[in-house]
């Protein structure tokens, strides 16, 4: 059965850190992994999406790693803001094709 | 492009009413839809899977007859409250995938169910 980590729970940073958050997965069957933020009381923005066959995506100051053979992914933030405050989401597509979700990492980022 | 509208934002209802929430996929055709919920503070679990022409598939521990789930058309999923509780109170999230090789799902701005 996948099961998928996040590693911390929550993260408080200065602003202009870089950071990173970890996410971990015990079956590497998956067809991709997602990254998704999101914000109190709402729904959910889509942040990155790794293919199986990719190592890495990028977007603006966020870019996503993955190592299928190890279960693991990163997100890496670079020159955090205070706007990036949201919890932080990470889903695995399983080889039913449903996600299958961390519990998430809380971020913080103090002005 | 792909975006999912849910409705209503939000509801509050009376203990013991049905409660119908609308998934729609606005510019694509999703014969796949997802219902999630989401205890405050807690990630997404799974309900069901939704299949356009066929039922639902409810994940284990999920009352299929509590939540009626009904994909009569390729753009439109809903989810039906039935008897609702306090404890039923949550934030209801759908998405509709794209049957395409990269299998993302896209997903609503979620419900906020409230039942007094």
């Known amino acids: 059965k996948q099961e998928v980590t996040q590693i911390p729970a929550a993260l408080s940073v200065p602003e202009g850190e870089n950071l990173v958050l970890n996410c971990s997965f015990t079956?590497?069957?998956?067809?991709?992994l997602q990254w998704f933020r999101q914000d109190p009381g709402k729904g959910l923005t889509s942040l990155l999406l790794i293919q199986s066959s990719q190592r890495e995506q990028t977007s603006g100051r966020l870019n996503a790693s993955l190592d299928k053979s190890s279960g693991r992914s990163t997100l890496y933030i670079a020159a955090s803001q205070p706007g990036d405050s949201a919890t932080y989401l990470c889903a695995v597509t399983n080889s039913n094709y449903q996600l299958i979700w961390g519990a998430g990492t809380k971020l913080i980022i103090k002005p | 492009g792909a975006v999912v509208s849910q409705h209503p934002s939000r509801v509050i209802c009376k203990s013991g009413t049905s409660v119908k929430i609308e998934c729609r996929s606005l510019?694509?055709?999703?014969?796949?839809m997802f219902w999630y919920r989401q205890f405050p503070k807690q990630s997404l679990m799974l309900m069901a899977t939704s299949n356009e022409g066929s039922k639902a598939t409810y994940e284990q521990g999920v009352e299929k007859d509590k939540f009626l789930i009904n994909h009569a058309s390729l753009t439109l999923s809903t989810l039906t409250v039935t008897s609702a509780h306090p404890e039923d109170s949550s934030f209801y999230i759908c998405?509709?995938?794209?049957?395409?090789?990269?299998?993302?799902?896209?997903f609503g701005p979620g419900t906020r169910l409230t039942v007094t």
């Open positions: 998405s509709a995938r794209v049957q395409r090789g990269d299998y993302e799902q896209y």
């Open positions: 079956d590497s069957a998956i067809y991709n």
């Open positions: 510019d694509f055709q999703a014969t796949t």
